[in-house]
């Protein structure tokens, strides 16, 4: 018997590179620290290494995707 509630799965591609706070801020791992490292400073390499928060007009549509978050 089909339920009368339409249930939604969690993309589980998003679910791996973001989190969602307690505060529901997502945070995301910043890019370009996999390869050509040697040329990129310690500084920028240190900052690439922290998380980022996402932008607020990217939020809504990574809530979408993380129906339990």
Do not use: N
């Not at 040697?38 to 995707?65: A, F, N, Y």
């Amino acid at each position: 018997m089909p339920r009368s509630i339409a249930r939604r799965k969690t993309k589980k591609s998003v679910a791996r590179r973001f989190k969602v706070t307690a505060t529901g801020k997502i945070l995301r791992r910043k890019p370009g620290l996999r390869h050509l490292a040697s040329s990129k400073s310690s500084k920028r390499k240190r900052k690439l290494g922290k998380t980022g928060q996402v932008h607020e007009t990217m939020v809504d549509r990574i809530k979408d995707c993380l129906p339990f978050a």
